[in-house]
């Protein structure tokens, strides 16, 4: 039987890297004037696996379980490519060739992807906001909002 994990310190940290990728990701307006609205439940989704594995110590079997989805969809967080991760969400309205599909030799078994192809980018971001968070917000002093 899982141990419970205690929702509200979880549930803050994934708040928090939420709210960091939806601000790396331009703003809220950024989002709806592109019509990427679609990105943010595997957003949220991706910011509660990386806190469920690395501040809960969750296995990604467990982690699945909890968060309701196929442990390949966990996995697939976690081997998400940081390759040019910023530049291909802030130049989104460029028309230069460089954003238009990925080329790290580390997805090579992956179909070439439009910028923000969520499958691929989404688990980038949050692990992108994911060390923000952790370099603003130690994990031993509480985040902003947090409960006292």
Same mark, same amino acid.
């Given at each position: 039987?899982?141990q419970?994990?205690?929702?509200?310190?979880?549930?803050? #940290?994934? &708040?928090d890297?939420?709210?960091q990728?939806?601000?790396?990701?331009?703003?809220?307006?950024?989002?709806?004037?592109?019509?990427?609205?679609?990105?943010?439940?595997p957003?949220?989704?991706?910011?509660?696996?990386?806190?469920?594995?690395?501040?809960?110590?969750?296995?990604p079997?467990?982690?699945a379980?909890?968060?309701?989805?196929?442990? /390949?969809?966990?996995?697939s967080?976690?081997?998400? +490519? &940081?390759?040019?991760?910023?530049?291909r969400?802030?130049?989104?309205? +460029?028309?230069?060739?460089?954003?238009?599909?990925?080329?790290?030799? !580390?997805?090579?078994?992956?179909?070439?992807?439009? #910028?923000l192809?969520?499958?691929?980018?989404?688990?980038?971001? /949050?692990k992108?906001?994911? !060390?923000?968070?952790?370099?603003?917000?130690?994990?031993?002093t509480? +985040?902003?909002?947090?409960?006292?």
């Amino acid at each position: 039987m899982q141990q419970p994990v205690s929702p509200a310190p979880v549930d803050q #940290r994934a &708040m928090d890297i939420f709210r960091q990728a939806i601000r790396e990701a331009g703003g809220p307006e950024m989002l709806v004037r592109h019509g990427e609205q679609s990105i943010l439940k595997p957003l949220m989704e991706s910011a509660y696996i990386l806190v469920l594995a690395e501040e809960t110590g969750k296995t990604p079997g467990e982690i699945a379980e909890i968060v309701g989805i196929s442990p /390949a969809a966990v996995d697939s967080v976690f081997a998400a +490519s &940081m390759e040019s991760v910023l530049p291909r969400i802030r130049y989104r309205e +460029s028309r230069d060739e460089e954003f238009n599909r990925h080329t790290d030799p !580390d997805w090579s078994e992956q179909p070439m992807t439009p #910028r923000l192809d969520s499958e691929f980018l989404v688990g980038a971001l /949050a692990k992108f906001a994911y !060390d923000v968070v952790k370099r603003q917000h130690p994990r031993d002093t509480p +985040s902003p909002g947090a409960p006292a």
